[in-house]
């Protein structure tokens, strides 16, 4: 039976499941149960799904005490192993990238999840990374394509964000969760920014090393990058798009981090507030990881937030802001408007998307770990607002570990 072809149980039930076992999940990841939860048969089904949607399969493998039904330890087991050799492969990338871009005379930041591997936040196979994100000045940018060209990459695409590069022959080898042998796709910056929700915020000064011989380079300090982290997460609730893996990623950080260096990320804050996005993330993760984020610069960050994102931060749980979110909302990042003009510019783009919106679209709905279904991203936007209009529409990147998992044998 192909993925497609699964059948799906009422959407109301597959809801109330998803919702179950991501909560569930990232309590077990806290503070985990002696025992496995009592689910259903269709929560155990769909476990794999809600693991692999949030990134957390390596991590459950060597944190659970209990075993669950027979099924369920080996694809933990084997989602360690897949993302233990893929960190391998990226680890040689890296190394090799190093190398051409000392020779380059460039420096080359590795951003996010490489940046937490060498870090030391992580052990080996810990966590997944989907790409690997470097930056770059601006000035070198022709430079650092250079390199990854003679790695023999090619141009993907380029988004207000990013250009995209991926390796020759670049196949998906799995449908749910990693594969050590899924293409490793590269996305080169020569900004750190964020729309939160359509301003752009960029954090580049904060995260680009003021000095620094060519080649591989780390973030200034630990602050910089929970900034960064702290930010991508951001910008992934203003879609409904957070993982769990991603709070683990703070949480992980924030146990590293000194006084000094919450210092130091509150001075990024300042008067002039910049940091007014912060609070929801951070609020976030000190419910589910209790202790891990100092009371007094969760109050200091929390100070120039919006009072309904603020009020919406402390309600919400990581389910409704997540992939674990069944439907697709037309409005998720309206809270984050920090004005009446800025509410009504993002709801005017909502239903009007101007062409950089709709070449992103496109290159997600090509290059996308859901790219097998991109019928949402490629149907035209005037098709879209009826679905809104007259139906609930589903989410692709939902349904499609949750088809995976459902299609995998009991």
Request: glycine share 6%.
């Amino acid at each position: 039976m192909t993925v497609d072809a699964t059948p799906l149980p009422p959407l109301r039930t597959l809801q109330r499941a998803l919702h179950r076992v991501t909560e569930s999940l990232a309590a077990s990841l806290a503070n985990p149960p002696c025992e496995p939860p009592q689910w259903s048969e269709l929560e155990w089904r769909l476990a794999p799904a809600v693991a692999a949607m949030h990134g957390v399969s390596a991590l459950l493998a060597g944190s659970l005490p209990w075993r669950g039904p027979p099924a369920w330890r080996p694809f933990l087991a084997e989602q360690h192993r897949h993302v233990l050799l893929r960190q391998q492969r990226i680890a040689a990338l890296l190394a090799r990238i190093d190398e051409l871009a000392r020779g380059a005379g460039i420096v080359v930041i590795a951003l996010k999840g490489a940046a937490l591997h060498a870090a030391g936040i992580y052990a080996a196979g810990e966590r997944p990374m989907a790409d690997l994100d470097l930056l770059t000045h601006p000035a070198d940018v022709e430079a650092a394509v250079a390199v990854l060209l003679a790695l023999s990459y090619r141009d993907a695409g380029t988004t207000w964000k990013h250009q995209g590069f991926d390796p020759p022959a670049a196949q998906r080898r799995a449908t749910l969760g990693e594969h050590a042998d899924n293409p490793i796709k590269i996305d080169l910056h020569h900004r750190v920014a964020e729309r939160l929700p359509l301003p752009v915020t960029d954090l580049t000064d904060i995260v680009y090393p003021r000095q620094g011989d060519p080649g591989i380079r780390a973030y200034p300090s630990l602050a910089a990058l929970m900034t960064h982290v702290t930010a991508h997460a951001a910008g992934s609730m203003t879609h409904r798009g957070l993982r769990l893996i991603q709070l683990c990623d703070i949480a992980r950080l924030a146990r590293h981090m000194s006084g000094a260096q919450w210092e130091i990320l509150a001075g990024f804050h300042g008067r002039e507030r910049r940091l007014w996005w912060a609070a929801p993330p951070l609020t976030l993760t000190e419910r589910y990881f209790p202790g891990t984020v100092p009371h007094g610069v969760l109050a200091q960050l929390a100070r120039g937030c919006p009072r309904l994102l603020k009020r919406a931060a402390a309600r919400r749980t990581l389910s409704q802001l997540s992939y674990s979110h069944l439907y697709i909302d037309p409005i998720p990042g309206v809270l984050w408007a920090r004005s009446a003009s800025q509410a009504i510019r993002y709801l005017g783009r909502r239903v009007f998307p101007d062409e950089a919106q709709l070449a992103q679209m496109k290159i997600a709905a090509r290059t996308g770990p859901w790219a097998a279904e991109p019928r949402w991203r490629e149907q035209s936007q005037a098709r879209r607002i009826l679905q809104w209009l007259s139906s609930r529409p589903t989410r692709t990147e939902t349904l499609q570990p949750v088809r995976a998992a459902l299609s995998r044998t009991r």
